[in-house]
């Protein structure tokens, strides 16, 4: 039975008035209603013990006890109708308030229905098609009762090495802000309190991806201007879309934990950024504000912490042990509190949760609408946009449909469950589509499709949770495979990663093909020359021999649930492949990190004559393959770069136009992407910066002008202190399909 305080929160709820102040004013009332106690425990958030999504608590107090006084205000990793049903029973029936808990899950590209994995859904750079997907993803979640995804996740990252490169949208700030703003959109919707939504977390703030040597959790070391130009304007971009919450980071930043950072979360999230959600903090990052060694114990983090504005504590119990004691002797002023809780009682309010903490638990809902048919259409959709073909020799694709023995090789040919990639919620274990699968359902009977293994991946055991255990160099025996590849006309080899070896605590210092697969490759190579390579993996991988020897490179990240069916849609040319690299390919891991935007050196130039200019002696300075690039099955021609003015003011704004012509034989989708440079500015600025794009689709012989538009926001930056200035001087812009090959035209801003 309902409690009499609950009934008189929900009247509370009915009572008239406009909206908005509706809503304050009801957040106040229960506010004013609490125990300082009560209070700390709304921002005390416990993970269930039957999934773990970071190191396993120490069950310091009971959990059941702690739902029925009031002492959590939200769960993660509490999934499905049921379960969320019964965990916010206990809490509204028991505690005092009835407050009701918020439900939080890490969905990440997907709550059971498996989206491409983030990094592979970025390569796609078509924000309409990412927001559609997250609405879909939204729909599942919160119909198994969950409220709040901790995603998007939209750490700028540069080192393929951090094996979370997989979970973000690459290497660029103007590209992670599109798509960031998308994700949340799609999360969030329009309105909250419709239960087809859920909350959006924008995290890690800040600089997690920066993490030193691509080393999971190290340190970061990172400059200003770096941070306002390259880390920051994604968190901007969804701050000012609405996002609901923030995580903050595990890292500290020179020196200073990011969760007991103030001037990240108060001055600028909270303070010039208007930010009206609230922070939460990473799993027991504020307890490793201790270890981090900036802390002398566990109260003294707490301290930090609520001072640093992080509002609620994930998995320290910090807070909830803590912070009554610390207002208590007045070391916290009860003020700080009172925002955190306020901050978190208002989404709950948005959500609708006062009104019914019950409204997301529809068991007939959850049936229909998690796996419904719907959604894996989509995901085979959003699977195959998401693909990037890096190489493509004298056309061997998409295949013919003449082609009548096919050879499908490798130890990810068959695999039903690495395509479902890291983080994947409540994915079903072996549910994808396998690529051996999808060539079979996509050819007529009269095609031989056959399979064989090859290699292993070399990888032992594998789970989300615990460490992967790589195998001693196993003897390959490649008979079969290579019987298979003589006697075929084509050979699809499906090689790459294990989806566990990307993901969290899943750093490399080598981004090579693990195990026997690259001699597998050069064995089939030498039986059979038309073998198309299709690529599975996490993290920009560095494959220099198959980009020089493969005839065919199809990059299918780990495509989700439909990933064999996706892949035969690009090989048999039902889909021509559209998707660009969101992350530049290096050709080796110590060119890591490696990136686009980076800036000129003083000494950029090759010299003959002698060494002293910025480059390594063992390998070229340029990647294998550049940010933005991914071929299509037709070619786009690029042409008439105009500009309506060669000089403009600091108030102005100068128009970019471009003709783009499809002069190949299919209908096809072209990035159009616009970089600029400012050619001397007070701080260096980048040799090339991302600046704008737009998908567009081209039936053959089809052209289109595309007109981009720069301006202040576009042409200025951000100086270390963070201030925002347009410098004058001359620019430079440039078109084109990916960040090499471009037309260039020159401005000058007076
Ligand atoms: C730690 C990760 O860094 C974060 O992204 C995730 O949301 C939490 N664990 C909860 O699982």
Redesign the pocket.
């Known amino acids: 039975m309902k409690n009499l305080s609950f009934i008189i929160l929900v009247l509370l709820v009915s009572c008239t008035g406009s909206h908005q102040s509706k809503e304050d004013q009801f957040v106040q009332n229960l506010l004013s209603q609490m125990t300082l106690e009560e209070k700390v425990g709304q921002l005390n958030q416990r993970?269930s013990q039957w999934e773990m999504?970071?190191p396993a608590p120490e069950s310091s107090s009971d959990l059941l006890e702690d739902l029925k006084k009031g002492n959590v205000g939200s769960m993660?990793?509490v999934a499905g109708v049921a379960e969320t049903y019964e965990a916010q029973k206990i809490v509204v029936e028991n505690s005092r308030l009835g407050i009701p808990l918020l439900f939080?899950y890490?969905v990440i590209h997907g709550y059971q229905t498996m989206m491409p994995i983030p990094l592979g859904e970025s390569a796609s750079w078509n924000p309409q098609l990412v927001e559609e997907s997250a609405k879909a993803i939204a729909e599942e979640t919160a119909a198994a009762g969950v409220h709040w995804t901790?995603?998007p996740?939209i750490d700028v990252g540069r080192d393929a090495r951090w094996g979370?490169v997989m979970?973000g949208a690459g290497e660029d700030p103007f590209l992670t802000s599109a798509l960031a703003v998308a994700r949340v959109k799609g999360f969030q919707g329009n309105d909250l309190e419709e239960t087809n939504t859920i909350a959006a977390?924008a995290?890690?703030f800040a600089a997690?991806a920066f993490a030193e040597a691509g080393r999971e959790y190290n340190t970061v070391e990172i400059g200003d201007e770096t941070l306002h130009n390259i880390v920051f304007p994604p968190f901007k971009a969804t701050t000012e879309a609405g996002v609901a919450t923030v995580?903050n980071?595990?890292n500290t930043i020179q020196g200073l934990p990011a969760t007991a950072n103030s001037y990240l979360q108060r001055d600028l999230l909270k303070g010039q950024w208007n930010f009206d959600g609230f922070v939460v903090s990473?799993?027991n990052s504020i307890g490793e504000i201790q270890t981090h060694g900036a802390a002398s114990d566990l109260k003294e983090a707490a301290e930090r912490a609520i001072k640093a504005g992080s509002d609620m504590d994930?998995?320290a119990s910090a807070y909830v042990k803590y912070l009554a004691e610390l207002v208590e002797q007045r070391r916290v002023d009860e003020a700080l509190v009172d925002d955190a809780v306020r901050r978190v009682l208002h989404l709950k309010y948005r959500m609708g949760l006062f009104r019914d903490p019950f409204r997301y638990c529809n068991e007939v809902k959850e049936k229909e609408v998690i796996g419904s048919q719907a959604i894996h259409e989509l995901s085979r959709k959003v699977a195959r946009e998401s693909m990037v073909l890096l190489k493509n020799e004298e056309q061997l694709l998409p295949l013919s449909k003449d082609v009548k023995s096919i050879a499908v090789i490798g130890p990810l040919a068959n695999d039903k469950d690495v395509p479902l990639g890291s983080w994947r919620a409540k994915a079903i274990t072996n549910s994808a589509v396998s690529v051996f699968e999808g060539i079979q359902n996509a050819v007529s009977a009269d095609v031989s499709v056959q399979y064989s293994k090859g290699c292993n991946l070399a990888i032992n055991e594998r789970s989300f949770y615990t460490e992967l255990t790589l195998s001693e160099t196993e003897q390959a025996d490649f008979n079969d495979a290579l019987d298979l590849a003589k006697n075929s006309e084509v050979v699809v080899l499906v090689i790459g990663e294990d989806c566990f070896q990307s993901g969290?605590g899943r750093s490399q210092t080598d981004i090579t093909l693990k195990g026997q697969q690259l001699n597998l490759f050069q064995a089939i190579y030498e039986v059979n020359k038309n073998v198309v390579v299709v690529l599975m993996n996490g993290r920009p991988v560095a494959i220099p021999e198959l980009a020089q020897k493969a005839p065919a490179i199809l990059e299918t990240w780990f495509a989700g649930n439909q990933a064999g069916h996706a892949i035969a849609d690009v090989l048999f040319g039902a889909y021509n492949p559209s998707g660009k690299l969101p992350m530049t390919f290096p050709r080796n891991v110590g060119q890591c990190p490696i990136y686009y935007n980076h800036k000129n050196t003083g000494r950029p130039n090759k010299s003959d004559e002698h060494v002293f200019w910025s480059h390594y002696t063992d390998s070229p300075n340029s990647p294998l393959y550049p940010f933005g690039y991914g071929l299509s099955y037709t070619t786009f021609e690029y042409s008439d770069l105009k500009l309506n003015k060669n000089e403009m003011t600091t108030l102005d704004s100068v128009m970019v136009s471009v003709k783009v012509k499809n002069i190949g034989e299919r209908i096809g989708e072209e990035v159009v992407q616009l970089y600029i440079r400012d050619l001397a500015a007070t701080y260096a600025r980048p040799v090339l910066e991302l600046k704008g794009f737009e998908k567009i689709e081209l039936k053959a012989g089809e052209e289109k002008v595309l007109t981009f538009s720069l301006s202040a926001k576009e042409l200025g930056y951000y100086l270390p202190n963070g201030s925002f200035q347009f410098e004058k001087g001359a620019f430079k812009v440039f078109v084109g399909t990916n960040s090499q090959e471009l037309l260039e035209a020159s401005f000058i801003v007076r």
């Open positions: 993970t999504t970071g993660l990793n939080a890490d901790f995603a996740m979370r979970e977390c995290k890690h997690y995580m980071a595990f990473d799993w994930m998995e969290e």
